[in-house]
């Protein structure tokens, strides 16, 4: 079974394997500055998801009504 993943799917593993990374090195360095911009990038990952998910819904909509 093949599974598509749609740009949705991308930007939220992108945010999840920041968020992973960012605390790793928070745990394992101690560091502050870098994991707090990896979470604020992760947050624009997961904001770019939400927004990728209504376009490809709306999208798949219009497909259904076409039919």
Known sequence: MK???DK???CLMTGTMLIT???????T???M???TVLTVAAGGCF???GLC????EELRSR?????
């Open 3 to 5: 599974v598509k993943m």
């Open 8 to 10: 949705s799917d991308v």
């Open 21 to 27: 990374v960012s605390l790793i090195m928070w745990e």
């Open 29 to 31: 360095f101690g560091l």
């Open 33 to 35: 500055i870098t994991p």
């Open 47 to 49: 904001v770019a998801a």
């Open 53 to 56: 998910a209504e376009r490809e």
């Open 63 to 67: 497909k259904r009504k076409r039919r």
